[in-house]
Every structure is written in structure tokens, then in C-alpha cells.
């Protein structure tokens, strides 16, 4: 089944289940690195259409190049914990999260330059409600990004580099190891997966998911600040995936793109759109599907697609008929129970 993008309003055909705007090709596929048996070529092709030729990682490998460039303190100067090298670092990444979200959310919601198309709950985002922090939902996501998420990751960023500069973390160079530093680009992605799973699941017992995961939820419908939004316990439990390079070597160049990569992403796969059309096609991959269904159906698709978790597991909404209505009654069993 397939959507079928008509000018001005998009008209979903043959919509496996309503309530959207939008649905993409449907059954979802996860990535084809862990199907049986594995298939060499398609895992080639999965690879080359997830970073060329233009895609939210390439970008983000640029960034992360531009900002050990010209934004990032040496480590020589990070050795010694410092209010201007750490002020240096909060404003870039402010300035950054900034222009991500905020210019997505201007180009697919202030002005409207793709009005609906591509966009999968037919639905405006929220301008009040009691749930939000700062009576809106667009004031309490950008609170919650910009004050709490942007610190915890300027903080982890901080301790990083502080390791790194005193030889408390292992330190990778492109001389010594050209192969790694290259895989290491393609393996963060995966290593998030893999991840965001757990701790996702995790924040979805019933007492972290009262207090802290909760505020994420607010959003059913979400936006490009809804990505990074949330309670400052998620953030550190979320921003967290980077300590892995205490025991994985790394550049500092993959530190800042590990981070970006998972601050910046949060915003761009929660856009609500499914990518950036440019003379009516899809030229750059955005918000998810997959993901967006989490949001409204809360009781799936706790991953990504690189691992297929949630089909093992039994909580991968694939987008049909038949996993809509599987999907509803595993809420209804949890709910009950």
C-alpha cells in the first residue's frame, strides 16, 4: 500500500487505518543488517541511500567538521575546566539546536511551505493546553530543549573533552587509524539503535514514565522542539549513549558528532513531516513514521530501524491493518494490567 501525493491537500488512497494525513509505504522494513540470511547487496544499498547523497548524517558529519574547526576549544585548553572554553561550547550548541529546530519548524509550520504534504498527522500543533510547563506546547518544548537539553549536552560534551585532554578517555587519530576513524561514523548510528532501545523501554516503566518520560509524551502530535524536550533526567539518561567512548576510542570530531547526532536528529525525525520535498520530490529523509506512531499509539516502536528490537520483542508497528489491530490490543493488555 502507498499514499498518493495530490497538489495542495494529500489524500492517503489506500490508508491502512485512518487518523492520518500522510502514510508512507507500508509494511515498514527494519534495516536489513540482522535479517536471515543476509543479503550483501541490499546491506550495501541500505548503507548508500542512509548517507547519500544528502541526508541528515552526512549533514551532521559536516557540522560536527565545522565545529571542531572553527567553534570547538583545542584540547589543550580543555585540560583545565574554564567558564569561557564551556560558554564557548553552550552558545554554539545552542545556536545550532536553534537553527535546526527552529528553522524547521518556521519552514513547515510558521510559514507553511510545504503546507500539508508529506506531513502525517493532519492535526496543528497544540497552541495551549494544561500539560505544558509554559501553557503552550511550542513555549514548553523550546523551554525544556534550550535550557535543559542544550545544557546537559554542552555538559557531557564538557566532561569528554576534559577526558580526552587529561588522558582519562582514549584518544583515536586518523594517522594511526584511518579505518576505524571512518567506520566509527557509520557505527554510532547503529550503536544508537541499539541504545535508544533500552533506555527508551526503560523510561516506559509505569514510576519513570510518570515523573520523567511524561513530559516527552505531552507531545501526541510533535514538532520540530518536541524532539529534544524533555525532563532533565531523560536528558541525562538519553544524552548518555556518548560515554561509551571512555572504553571506544575516539577523535574529538566524532565526540561532536555523536552529540550533534543525537541532539540534532531528535529535532529533524520529529519534524512531522516525512522529508523536504523539492520540486515534488523527497529530497531529504525527516520525520519518521515509524516513530510518529510511537507517539500516538505510545505501546510501540520503542527503537529505531537499524535494530530490529521491537519485532523481536513484539511491540513493531509495521504500519498495516493487521499490526494496528495487534498493536491496539497489546495497549489494551498493558493498560489493563
Same mark, same amino acid.
Given at each position: 500500500m502507498c499514499c498518493h501525493l495530490c497538489e495542495g491537500n494529500q489524500r492517503v488512497a489506500d490508508a491502512p487505518f485512518k487518523g492520518w494525513n500522510h502514510v508512507p509505504d507500508v509494511p515498514i522494513?527494519?534495516?536489513?543488517?540482522?535479517?536471515?540470511?543476509?543479503?550483501?547487496?541490499?546491506? +550495501?544499498?541500505?548503507?548508500?541511500?542512509?548517507?547519500?547523497?544528502?541526508?541528515?548524517?552526512?549533514?551532521?558529519? +559536516?557540522?560536527a567538521f565545522?565545529?571542531?574547526?572553527?567553534?570547538?576549544p583545542p584540547l589543550e585548553e580543555t585540560r583545565t575546566l574554564a567558564v569561557g572554553w564551556i560558554a564557548e561550547m553552550f552558545v554554539r550548541n545552542l545556536v545550532l539546536m536553534t537553527v535546526v529546530a527552529g528553522g524547521l519548524h518556521l519552514y513547515?509550520?510558521?510559514f507553511t511551505k510545504q503546507g500539508q504534504r508529506l506531513k502525517f498527522d493532519p492535526r496543528p500543533l497544540m497552541k495551549d493546553g494544561r500539560q505544558f510547563t509554559l501553557g503552550g506546547q511550542i513555549r514548553d518544548n523550546m523551554f525544556w530543549t534550550l535550557a535543559s537539553g542544550v545544557t546537559i549536552w554542552t555538559a557531557y560534551e564538557v566532561l569528554l573533552f576534559w577526558a580526552l585532554a587529561n588522558g582519562y578517555a582514549p584518544m583515536l587519530t586518523w594517522a594511526a587509524h584511518p579505518v576505524w576513524f571512518v567506520l566509527l561514523f557509520l557505527l554510532i548510528p547503529i550503536w544508537e539503535s541499539f541504545y535508544f532501545y533500552w533506555i527508551h523501554r526503560l523510561l516506559h516503566v509505569p514510576v519513570l514514565y510518570k515523573h520523567v518520560h511524561a513530559l516527552h509524551h505531552r507531545n501526541i502530535n510533535v514538532g520540530p522542539w518536541s524532539?529534544?524536550?524533555m525532563h532533565p533526567v531523560e536528558h541525562v539518561i538519553f544524552l548518555g549513549s556518548v560515554l561509551i567512548h571512555f572504553i571506544v576510542p575516539a577523535h574529538p570530531v566524532h565526540i561532536l558528532y555523536h552529540?550533534? !547526532?543525537y541532539t540534532l536528529t531528535a529535532a529533524t525525525t520529529h519534524t512531522g513531516f516525512e522529508g523536504l520535498l523539492v520540486k515534488d520530490e523527497n529530497r531529504l529523509k525527516l520525520g519518521t513514521f515509524h516513530h510518529q506512531m510511537h507517539h500516538r499509539?505510545?505501546?510501540?516502536? !520503542?527503537?529505531?530501524?537499524?535494530?530490529?528490537?521491537d519485532k523481536l520483542f513484539g511491540s513493531f508497528h509495521d504500519g498495516t491493518v493487521a499490526a494496528d489491530v495487534k498493536i491496539r490490543e497489546r495497549r489494551k493488555r498493558i493498560m489493563g494490567a
Open positions: 522494513q527494519v534495516s536489513p543488517l540482522f535479517r536471515w540470511p543476509l543479503r550483501p547487496k541490499e546491506i +550495501a544499498l541500505w548503507f548508500w541511500n542512509s548517507w547519500f547523497l544528502i541526508s541528515e548524517k552526512l549533514i551532521i558529519v +559536516a557540522i565545522v565545529s571542531l574547526t572553527w567553534f570547538q513547515f509550520y510558521t524532539g529534544l524536550s552529540l550533534q !547526532y499509539y505510545f505501546e510501540c516502536n !520503542y527503537g529505531s530501524l537499524e535494530i530490529p528490537w
